[in-house]
């Protein structure tokens, strides 16, 4: 009796250890994904400040190009509203495209591209994406750590109690690279499709 | 472009033709073998002398032609090393390699290392490439009291260079091992003058054990540690490699004595990597004290 007493004590123990550390691990994967997000975050808002700038720079050289200005202006008020992993990823991927085409404006301007200025802007610009793309991929490790971790069994019974809910991946979609690329077999090369439109963002 | 470097292979294929070329190679590897035996069986007073002749010939004759062998392979990498370092702007090294000036490079109960050659990282920075082993000693007790001694050893490619980290004394970045677990990091971190970083990939913190020195400024190694830092480390993690920092010695580190061109101009790489990595955060550090 004593005995059966002593292994159904030990075996509630054991269990009440392993939540307690299954739970510990999780919160600490949560704010490892909250930590990574935030230097995402720090990044889209470096990314943000750049364009107006950018946008005053090609203006000083194209000012006909409204609707473009307006794009981009647009495309960044928006991304600067959208909150949340999936709706920043989507606002950000339209930032891509409208900048592709500013960058396509500044390119039949050989003075504005030659201006100290906005090579500055241009290589601010590179750098911070860089830096994003990096993020992201330390943001989407993060998630994916931590939705394997909740979503295994059997720790899916403390996540459940613990109200642990999967994290959605930063994803910024590029057009480019959902336009389905036309090959040519009648000729020696591959020819791809040349209408994608041009991204600043990969 | 630097050019191709004939492999060691190669090398060692020339330096056995060379040897083996050699007049008094071959007279040796006839004539030693035959007053080894002679010696043997005029020496050994047994039943057969003819055998013990024949055996100690064929020993002699055996290590001569592996003592020819290692010592073709010897020469070809050596001549590899410097072959290497010459298409690449570097030369033989005769003494800037400083000893025991990382946690690697005093670990062990005994350590080597060879083949130094040195020269440019960056513009502004001279590094010296080695080959280093640490060995460790293991004592067994067998059961009637004897004791044996056996030594594991650990081979290594280190590039050592001068940096200057301010707010950072010592930091070391090692790939987990198996047994390295994640579990014992607190317990690292209150039994030694170090602590292990946690930074904001967890995928970082799977393949590597960032440790620092207790005093270190924290925002130092998160300067350092910029996102783009962190996934370059992830995409060494293949290699292996480990880096570290100790007062102004960084040294950059893959396993193995690499005699292998490309291995090699990735180590510069990685090691000049980390050399701008450290300039460009110690540019946009405040004042860290």
């Given at each position: 009796m004593l005995i059966a007493l002593i292994v159904v004590l030990a075996v509630v123990a054991l269990a009440i250890l392993f939540a307690v550390l299954t739970y510990n691990g999780m919160i600490r994967s949560r704010n490892m994904v909250d930590e990574a997000w935030s230097g995402i975050d720090v990044q889209l808002k470096r990314r943000h400040d750049l364009i107006p700038n950018l946008v005053e720079a090609v203006k000083g050289y194209a000012a006909h190009e409204q609707e473009t200005f307006q794009a981009v202006t647009d495309a960044r008020a928006n991304a600067i509203s959208a909150s949340g992993p999936a709706a920043s990823g989507a606002a950000e991927s339209i930032v891509g495209q409208a900048l592709g085409r500013l960058f396509a404006i500044a390119e039949a301007y050989p003075q504005l591209r030659a201006t100290e200025n906005f090579q500055q802007l241009q290589a601010e610009l590179s750098n911070t994406e860089d830096q994003i793309a990096a993020a992201r991929r330390i943001y989407n490790g993060n998630v994916q750590s931590y939705n394997t971790k909740i979503q295994v069994f059997p720790n899916s019974l403390v996540a459940g109690a613990g109200h642990f809910e999967a994290r959605e991946f930063f994803e910024i979609t590029d057009a480019a690279d959902r336009t389905p690329v036309t090959v040519d077999f009648s000729s020696p090369e591959p020819a791809v499709a040349e209408d994608a439109p041009p991204s600043a963002l990969t | 472009m630097p050019g191709p470097v004939e492999p060691v292979n190669q090398g060692r294929r020339e330096q056995l033709r060379a040897l083996t070329a050699n007049n008094w190679w071959r007279a040796a590897i006839v004539l030693v073998p035959i007053v080894a035996g002679a010696v043997a069986a005029a020496a050994v007073s047994g039943p057969n002398p003819v055998v013990v002749f024949m055996l100690v010939a064929a020993a002699a004759a055996l290590a001569g032609l592996i003592g020819t062998y290692v010592l073709a392979d010897r020469r070809a990498k050596s001549a590899f090393i410097e072959a290497w370092a010459r298409s690449r702007g570097w030369a033989k090294d005769t003494g800037s390699w400083l000893e025991e000036a990382t946690p690697l490079l005093r670990d062990g109960d005994r350590r080597e290392s060879s083949d130094y050659v040195s020269g440019p990282l960056t513009n502004d920075s001279q590094a010296v490439l080695c080959h280093y082993t640490y060995e460790v000693r293991h004592e067994n007790t067998s059961s009637n009291g004897g004791t044996t001694t056996n030594w594991e050893a650990f081979d290594f490619t280190v590039i050592e260079t001068s940096v200057n980290a301010p707010g950072i004394p010592s930091l070391s970045l090692h790939p987990r091992s198996f047994?390295?677990?994640?579990?014992f990091d607190r317990i690292d971190t209150t039994l030694t003058s170090n602590r292990v970083v946690q930074l904001e990939s967890s995928e970082l913190e799977h393949e590597y054990k960032l440790e620092v020195a207790d005093s270190a400024s924290d925002v130092a190694v998160r300067l350092l540690f910029e996102p783009a830092f962190m996934v370059w480390c992830l995409d060494q993690a293949a290699d292996q490699m480990l880096l570290e920092i100790e007062g102004e010695t960084l040294v950059v580190a893959i396993p193995d004595h690499s005699y292998d061109a490309a291995q090699l101009d990735g180590l510069v790489a990685k090691a000049t990597t980390v050399v701008t990595r450290l300039a460009d955060a110690r540019a946009t550090t405040p004042k860290v004290t």
């Open positions: - | 047994g390295d677990n994640r579990l």
